[in-house]
């Protein structure tokens, strides 16, 4: 229906998915632009506004980009006690003003259950970009959050979790990429993206593809939240988990030690996740040191090869 041949200031958009559309603007920079939205994954109105921003603005920093516009795309039920759709507004306000992103309207239309998120807009310098097409053999894959948010938001639907798990898991997601994206532009790296719905091995098999490289995951390496494993064998995986095994599944090849249960872990569906990066081996020292530096959480989990698909080993 587009073709990319009559949009050539349209740099990434149609074509393999990436985080966000991004157009050419001059010699020098490229709007981004993307927006997404979702229903409550926590009981708190300020923290799902927060939590739901985050998850938005981080589309942009995927990409190198930086935010400085939004707007709010809300949907919120008519028996809704207006302070509570207030809040989740003024959640997400305050972690835009937070990113030095200002919030100029948006649209609010009623519906039974609520959703929020936004539009976003930022600039990204060429020499900035990352897309998942810039992996290369040999890059190290560090990860900026850990992994179990899917699956501990789901335990708490369900009363199961302690107020230390619920808080452990708000502040991770509702924990801006701003800073992994200015480490990943101070060190000009190519690829990224961040790990939302499809899980970390759903979108390390896009990076793979469309990087054309092999993926290989060292899962004693992988950090998650204190409540993962435990909600794992208790199985409170969401919905969007057991789809992402079921279609990632023939990508994987787990080595035969990692069980059921992890494995699952892995196709845990993600609400603002962190930055999955790509950092070639040379820059790697300077780079994880720059990141403690900076309070940056960084974790090595695995690097890209020659090859194609996902290994997962249990070293
Ligand atoms: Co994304
Ligand atoms: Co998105």
């Known amino acids: 229906m587009f073709d990319p041949k009559d949009y050539p200031d349209l740099l990434v958009g149609i074509g393999d998915p990436d985080d966000a559309a991004v157009w050419r603007l001059d010699d020098q920079r490229a709007l981004v632009v993307t927006t997404d939205f979702f229903t409550p994954v926590v009981d708190t109105p300020y923290e799902y506004g927060a939590i739901a921003a985050t998850n938005s603005l981080s589309d942009v920093y995927a990409m190198g980009g930086k935010p400085f516009l939004a707007l709010n795309v809300a949907a919120l039920p008519p028996d809704l006690p207006p302070e509570i759709g207030a809040e989740i507004l003024r959640g997400g306000a305050e972690k835009c003003r937070e990113a030095g992103v200002v919030v100029a309207g948006g649209h609010t239309i009623q519906d039974k259950e609520p959703k929020f998120g936004l539009v976003v807009l ?185 090859g194609d698909g996902i290994d997962v080993d249990s070293l």
Do not use: C
């Not at 990860?143 to 708490?156: C, E, Y």
């Not at 898991?169 to 719905?197: K, P």
């Not at 995986?237 to 069980?259: K, M, T, W």
């Not at 790509?278 to 989990?301: C, D, H, M, Y």
């Open 122 to 306: 930022g600039f990204v310098e060429y020499g900035k970009m990352m897309t998942k097409g810039g992996l290369r053999a040999g890059d190290v894959l560090v990860l900026t959050k850990p992994l179990g948010f899917g699956v501990t938001t789901t335990a708490l639907k369900r009363g199961m979790t302690t107020p230390e798990e619920i808080d452990e898991v708000i502040a991770w997601m509702s924990r801006l990429n701003a800073g992994a994206g200015a480490l990943a532009n101070e060190f000009g790296l190519r690829g990224a993206t961040d790990i939302t719905g499809f899980s970390l091995l759903g979108h390390a098999y896009e990076m793979a593809k469309a990087s054309r490289v092999g993926l290989r995951f060292h899962f004693n390496q992988i950090p998650f939240v204190s409540g993962a494993l435990k909600y794992a064998e208790q199985w409170v995986f969401p919905g969007g988990s057991s789809d992402n095994s079921l279609f990632y599944s023939q990508f994987v090849r787990f080595a035969a030690e990692i069980d059921e249960m992890r494995q699952m872990l892995l196709f845990d569906a993600q609400t603002s996740g962190g930055l999955l990066m790509a950092v070639p081996q040379e820059k790697l020292s300077a780079f994880l040191s720059r990141a403690a530096g900076t309070n940056q959480p960084a974790w090595v989990i695995g690097e890209a090869v020659d």
